[in-house]
């Protein structure tokens, strides 16, 4: 049997808990081997980001290539895009290699507020990235960032503000609610026939460092093992569910603290 394999695109978070360190543990917590291409390195913790330093578009490139050279990717997920070269570099590289599955998180803004996309970059997700992505992942705010429209607060404005972001290319869109009130944390699956709610109890914990890059990553890591786009939503909301309600057993850092990636093993 073949190895499933996934690939994540996107920024480091040196304190661990988003960006590739998250969708790496994401991966392996899911049995599935990761790879991963650097967009950026953060000077991060869990109070906020104090520096980024951005990786050259043509290397962002070479490693694309030499990971599609030699590994057979399943999934890829692309997170933290940085600015609008290196997000035109993994548009013209994933263009030559033609993965079967790409999810997108429009990354924006970090858990602690920091800003970590231009608008020159959101541009060039809404028509280089976003036409190419099997699903996009935006929480609230980011859904209403890429439309320029206000903050969607009612099901029929997220489920109309989904079907306008399928208007971009995309042929899903997975609309995260972690943003929203209420004792439910739902998300909103829409495709062009259909509209699923997927809720789950919300936790209350201050721990919620990476949460976005981990539910995308584990939608990535359920398509590379050969799961349908629903099933893999399911499982990811179910696994993302799980290390949020278990974050509390961590005790790191005096911000947002990290979920718990790994929550099913100890």
């Given at each position: 049997m073949s190895t499933p394999v996934?690939?994540?695109?996107a920024g480091s978070d040196s304190s661990g808990g988003a960006g590739i360190q998250a969708d790496l543990?994401?991966?392996?917590?899911?049995?599935?081997?990761?790879?991963s291409v650097l967009t950026a390195l953060t000077a991060q913790n869990t109070t906020g980001?104090?520096?980024?330093?951005?990786?050259?578009?043509?290397?962002?490139?070479?490693?694309?290539?030499a990971v599609f050279a030699d590994l057979a990717v399943g999934a890829v997920?692309?997170?933290?895009?940085?600015?609008a070269p290196i997000a035109g570099a993994i548009s013209d590289s994933l263009g030559r290699w033609r993965p079967a599955h790409i999810v997108l998180d429009p990354v924006m803004v970090a858990t602690s507020g920091a800003q970590l996309l231009p608008e020159d970059a959101i541009e060039a997700l809404r028509s280089r990235l976003i036409p190419q992505a099997s699903l996009i992942t935006?929480?609230?705010?980011e859904a209403a960032a890429l439309l320029g429209e206000p903050i969607a607060d009612t099901d029929?404005?997220?489920a109309a503000q989904g079907r306008r972001l399928l208007a971009l290319g995309c042929p899903a869109v997975l609309i995260k609610g972690g943003h929203g009130q209420g004792a439910e944390s739902t998300d909103y699956?829409?495709?062009?026939g259909t509209s699923i709610a997927l809720s789950a109890p919300r936790v209350a914990t201050r721990n919620t460092h990476g949460t976005g890059c981990s539910l995308s990553s584990a939608v990535a890591a359920g398509l590379a093992k050969g799961e349908e786009l629903e099933t893999a939503v399911r499982n990811a909301k179910a696994f993302i569910s799980g290390a949020i309600a278990a974050a509390d057993r961590f005790t790191v850092g005096h911000g947002h603290g990290p979920v718990h990636h790994l929550h099913r093993f100890y």
């Open positions: 996934a690939l994540t695109i543990k994401t991966f392996a917590a899911l049995s599935v081997y990761g790879a980001v104090t520096g980024v330093h951005l990786v050259p578009p043509d290397f962002v490139s070479a490693q694309i290539d997920k692309i997170g933290m895009v940085a600015q935006p929480n609230l705010p029929e404005a997220i699956l829409i495709t062009s």
